[in-house]
């Protein structure tokens, strides 16, 4: 059994023994990860932890290879953030995600200020805790893992023999994280007592608020009393009426239904089936009719409701209008299902891999329409491998672009972590554009994701074990865990109290910004359980993106800065 002593000794660096200790490591810190302490779990995270112990221990791996496979999965976990939160990004800065986000904002600069306060209230460059060291305390403060990366790697651009004093990063990170977590579940517990919530009235207030469903599709029918819109034709109709809608089907007084094209009239008498915004629906009442009440059984008849797939990658980008159902196909598409957000069928909407559209017509021109557009589950079951590689391509060609500023010692670069962050939530937000194939489901993405995030945390623990115990255990290693609890909480406190007496925001959503602002799934696990409802994941989608990607510039941006 000597073989089976070798391959499990400490110390060896071998290539088998090495993806042996990776392989114990990942495994094991997931199933320790899912063990929950007072309803709280640490998740993946727990693979840190044990590779820190076993890297105390002894265990190691090849310089060259840990140091791969660390940056390796970094790129991957960041660039599936990326392609995840890329098409919600931009969208987060409209009407409804602006305040949240500028509470995220405030929040980081809190973190950020009360960390270089900390740094120099401490001494400074000739204190006990160096700025890398806080950095890596902010980041686990603040349970960011790609911030804690994106540092590590500026670090080592600006001292490429700064190794051993990167790994104090990590050791900060680990003291940090757990109250971290804590400290955000605490911060809500500690809201709801100051302002006396009741959760009952909360949860009554999101189910009266209908703001997060008005812009969804919304069915309606109509019978058409208004003598003036005799005879007017749909192209008409659609230039008089400046809201996004389609008339879905017309019901004539003799019983026939059709499907209306351009060049169709509407009559006195005529029923008429509307998709469009709930908030639209007055405009409708007022200018064709009364509303009514009627089912419209899709089955009886030639006219029959269907959903097509788009999997054909050449009709990634187009133009919804440019496929001309109408005069084509005689069909009408009434919604369009995007990642499981509904949207009103426009003419201008830009159609993407995975679109779910809902056509009306004739069953024929239904198969037809869809043998055009592929409808094929198994093609969206595919990887888009030359996507993902073109955009880590790419990611890592940006990320190296020097960025000098002033005040800074050397150029800032995006880096291994930012760079290919920023280029992923461009090409899924824009790369239908140029017509690249940006759909992936959302298995695969979770697939790259956690594996990425497990391949950079056993490398970071297995590098920092060895120190971890001296440096961590004793009264400074106390001292970090205090510095980190005050990151973390003093800034919730501050920006939930602004949300809820200033703007008079609900509690739930208040609680899945927090999650959001600190990228902390634990956290929002414990929000959507006492919420009941999607309020705090709603929120947290909001504020997520951005705060991601500032996040990861933040860390950069403090180590540029002081070093």
């Not at 950095?135 to 190794?163: E, H």
């Not at 990063?169 to 009741?198: H, R």
């Not at 009559?267 to 009514?292: A, H, M, N, W, Y």
Request: glycine share 10%; charged share 15%.
């Amino acid at each position: 059994m000597d073989w089976l002593i070798d391959l499990l000794r400490p110390h060896n660096v071998s290539m088998a023994s090495t993806i042996v200790l990776y392989s114990f490591v990942i495994f094991t810190g997931i199933y320790l990860g899912k063990i929950k302490f007072f309803g709280v779990s640490l998740g993946v995270t727990f693979v840190l932890f044990v590779g820190i112990l076993l890297g105390h221990f002894g265990y190691e791996a090849d310089g060259n290879v840990l140091h791969f496979l660390r940056e390796f999965g970094l790129i991957l976990f960041i660039f599936s953030i990326g392609m995840q939160v890329g098409p919600g990004f931009f969208s987060s800065f409209k009407e409804g995600g602006i305040q949240m986000n500028m509470l995220a904002m405030i929040a980081i600069a809190l973190n950020v200020g009360i960390t270089i306060t900390i740094y120099f209230l401490q001494g400074g460059a000739d204190g006990e805790t160096s700025i890398s060291q806080m950095v890596g305390i902010m980041s686990g403060a603040v349970t960011n893992t790609p911030g804690l990366g994106a540092a590590q790697q500026t670090f080592l651009q600006v001292n490429p023999d700064g190794y051993d004093v990167s790994q104090q990063m990590s050791m900060g990170y680990a003291a940090a994280y757990p109250l971290g977590v804590i400290g955000i579940i605490l911060t809500m517990i500690l809201l709801k007592a100051f302002f006396k919530i009741n959760l009952d009235k909360e949860t009554q207030e999101i189910e009266n608020d209908q703001k997060s469903s008005e812009l969804a599709p919304h069915r309606v029918t109509f019978k058409v009393t208004n003598a003036m819109i005799n005879g007017l034709n749909m192209q008409k109709l659609h230039t008089i009426l400046s809201v996004n809608y389609v008339m879905s089907r017309i019901e004539k007084p003799d019983g026939h239904t059709i499907i209306p094209t351009s060049k169709d009239e509407l009559e006195v008498g005529d029923i008429v089936l509307v998709i469009c915004s709930e908030q639209d629906e007055e405009i409708f009442e007022r200018f064709i009719g009364p509303k009514i009440d009627k089912t419209w059984d899709m089955e009886q008849g030639h006219v029959v409701s269907r959903r097509v797939l788009v999997t054909q990658t050449e009709y990634n980008g187009v133009k919804l209008g440019s496929l001309r159902l109408h005069s084509a196909y005689q069909l009408n598409v009434t919604r369009v299902n995007r990642a499981g957000l509904d949207l009103v069928a426009s003419p201008n909407l830009r159609l993407q891999m995975g679109d779910r559209l809902t056509v009306v017509g004739k069953l024929d021109d239904i198969n037809n329409l869809a043998r055009k557009l592929g409808n094929s589950m198994k093609r969206l079951n595919e990887p888009n491998l030359i996507t993902m590689f073109i955009g880590i391509f790419l990611g890592i060609i940006v990320g190296s672009i020097p960025l000098q500023f002033p005040g800074m010692s050397v150029p800032m670069k995006l880096g291994l972590a930012g760079g290919p962050l920023v280029v992923a939530i461009l090409i899924s937000a824009y790369g239908h554009k140029f017509h690249l194939v940006t759909y992936t489901n959302s298995a695969a993405n979770l697939l790259l994701r956690e594996i990425g995030i497990c391949l950079f945390l056993a490398s970071v623990g297995i590098a920092a074990g060895k120190d971890f115990a001296a440096t961590v255990f004793n009264v400074r290693g106390i001292t970090w865990v205090g510095y980190g609890f005050i990151i973390t909480v003093v800034p919730l406190l501050i920006t939930s109290i602004i949300a809820r007496a200033k703007y008079k925001m609900n509690y739930f959503s208040i609680c899945g910004m927090m999650s959001g602002n600190y990228t902390d799934p634990p956290a929002l696990a414990y929000g959507n359980k006492i919420a009941n409802n999607d309020a705090p994941a709603v929120a947290y989608s909001t504020v997520y993106p951005l705060t991601m990607f500032m996040r990861v510039i933040a860390a950069q941006v403090i180590i540029l800065c002081f070093m």
